[in-house]
């Protein structure tokens, strides 16, 4: 048998050879990953900016509202005021009133607070020009359904109070799976209009907000009001979830990512090239 010169290669393993040389991606390929990577680039950076943004009016939020809660009381806003009433300009502000209470009117709203579960007395408070305030006069460690057939007589035309606490706006609807339920007197959120509805009050007369008492006026008031259990007043909780920050960095990473991938995919088909072009080249050209 002839023998095969040393450095020389046989038609099978050149064949072979052939078949194992690196294929460059197509160029509409490589154009299509080049553009999804900046697109993606693109995208993830305006969410992130879009988080600044937003990050910053958060922060402005929270400014205002502490300014509010800190701020000296004003006059809560009267019927004429009331269409410009929105929850930017007037949440949590510090308000006073002066009216009567009609404490039959009172509605039992199931509430979860610091002392534990129970219920907020919410009740209409009369002012001198007819207009009807809701007032969460606080908290009383008593199940709403314990007190759904409250019986407690109006305070007297002339027994007025004052009232001094934070502007809230309706919670409509109900709390977390559950609806309120007028019907079974049944309250899981503090709904101005259903409210007002239920104990029959002049919708025109019901102011579109309700006032959380401080502990001053639910004091003051404890020695006039016929409840068989002070309510608690001051317990507004004043909490803003910001998590602004952590999504723009979240955005901003994975715009990284896709153009990470973007120049990995550039890079490797570089690479690609390469081999291609030193594996075509004519040997001793390398």
Same mark, same amino acid.
């Given at each position: ?44 950076? !305006? ?9 910053? *009016? ?17 006059? !809560? ?138 502990? !001053? ?33 979240? *955005? ?35």
């Amino acid at each position: 048998m002839k023998p095969t010169p040393r450095n020389s290669v046989t038609p099978g393993k050149e064949k072979g050879a052939a078949q194992a040389a690196p294929v460059s991606r197509s160029k509409a390929s490589l154009l299509l990953l080049t553009l999804c990577a900046g697109f993606f680039f693109l995208v993830f950076v !305006a969410l992130g900016t879009w988080q600044v943004y937003r990050l910053q *009016w958060k922060l402005d939020l929270i400014a205002k509202v502490d300014s509010r809660v800190h701020a000296a009381p004003v006059p !809560a806003p009267g019927r004429q005021a009331w269409p410009q009433v929105t929850v930017e300009g007037d949440e949590y502000r510090r308000v006073s009133l002066v009216g009567r209470y009609l404490y039959s009117k009172t509605t039992a709203v199931q509430a979860s607070t610091d002392l534990g579960a129970g219920a907020w007395l919410v009740t209409p408070l009369q002012t001198a020009d007819g207009d009807l305030v809701l007032v969460n006069r606080g908290f009383v460690a008593i199940s709403p359904l314990k007190l759904t057939d409250l019986a407690l007589p109006d305070g007297e035309a002339a027994q007025t109070v004052q009232v001094t606490g934070l502007m809230r706006m309706s919670e409509q609807g109900g709390g977390f799976l559950r609806s309120n339920d007028a019907a079974q007197n049944r309250w899981y959120s503090r709904d101005v209009r259903a409210i007002a509805q239920a104990r029959a009050l002049p919708q025109e007369a019901v102011a579109p907000y309700f006032v959380d008492a401080d502990k !001053a006026s639910s004091e003051a008031n404890a020695a006039v009001a016929p409840d068989a259990q002070k309510p608690v007043g001051g317990l507004t909780v004043i909490a803003f979830h910001n998590s602004h920050l952590v999504y723009a960095l979240t *955005w901003y990473a994975l715009a990284l990512m896709a153009a990470g991938a973007g120049y990995w995919v550039i890079r490797d088909e570089r690479r690609w090239r390469e081999r291609i072009r030193d594996s075509q080249s004519p040997p001793g050209q390398h």
